[in-house]
């Protein structure tokens, strides 16, 4: 499974798909405060997991039951503490009387995505998530919760000014990427292996702190060259000085996904 390595053979193609700035909750990371919506999982949730070499998590789980669970390694302490993504897991869920289940999970950090499943328990009293990823070849366990004195607000709209301007990322291959925000969601990107690509952020249509995102990949060295990824980006103020941007991404069949993060 995915959690248990980086992604190093997508490349430049989905490299630049999620900058994953999802610092957060448990172990003493920052970015991630979880607000739940009565009677559902939804809300943002960071923690640690048990299983894989990646030992801490971020989880978004929206409106419509999709979610997007970002594994890596945290480093920093306090507000400032940042996750360096490894990979990510996808899927859609399904929320009923604390119960959380998907049968559509998959783990991009593995190439091509390898199926997975996911069950968990979440409280919306406490704000907290716990449960499993499995798929055939590993078991991940999972628990977290909300952040103290977290700066990011899940139930605000997120706001173009947030994200408009220049993000210098890593991506989950390695490869350095800089984006460039236009002031209107539109961005452009060119990675240090020479592919260039664009896209664009909307803020999401529920009112969430979520952008929905598009992105179309130039030719070769692209790794899906011509081809287009959609996803998710999130802006997380750390400190009132510093702040991590997450974009991620999947292309249209689900074989492949990447995340990416940066701060500023």
């Not at 499995?134 to 952040?147: L, M």
């Not at 990824?229 to 492949?256: E, K, N």
Request: proline share 4%; glycine share 14%.
């Amino acid at each position: 499974m995915g959690w248990t390595m980086k992604s190093t053979i997508i490349a430049s193609a989905l490299v630049a798909g999620l900058l994953a700035g999802c610092g957060g909750g448990g172990g003493g990371s920052t970015t991630t405060a979880a607000v739940v919506t009565t009677g559902t999982a939804e809300g943002v949730y960071s923690g640690t997991s048990t299983g894989g070499t990646s030992p801490a998590f971020t989880m978004l789980v929206l409106e419509n039951g999709d979610f997007w669970t970002l594994y890596g390694t945290r480093s920093g302490s306090g507000s400032s503490a940042t996750l360096s993504v490894a990979g990510l897991i996808q899927g859609t869920g399904t929320s009923n009387n604390g119960s959380f289940t998907s049968s559509t999970a998959k783990d991009f950090g593995s190439v091509p995505a390898i199926s997975a499943t996911a069950a968990a328990t979440y409280n919306t009293t406490a704000q907290t998530i716990s449960g499993t990823f499995t798929a055939p070849a590993a078991t991940i366990t999972f628990s977290g919760g909300p952040t103290a004195g977290s700066l990011y607000n899940y139930s605000t709209p997120a706001t173009l000014s947030s994200i408009a301007g220049s993000w210098t990322t890593t991506s989950t291959s390695g490869e350095t990427i800089t984006v460039t925000v236009a002031s209107v969601g539109t961005f452009t990107a060119v990675g240090t292996s020479g592919c260039h690509f664009t896209g664009t952020a909307t803020p999401r249509a529920s009112g969430k702190n979520v952008f929905n995102t598009t992105m179309t990949f130039g030719p070769a060295p692209c790794g899906l060259p011509n081809q287009t990824a959609s996803g998710i980006a999130v802006v997380y103020p750390l400190t009132s000085s510093l702040t991590q941007v997450i974009f991620a991404q999947v292309d249209s069949t689900r074989s492949y996904g990447s995340a990416a993060f940066g701060t500023r």
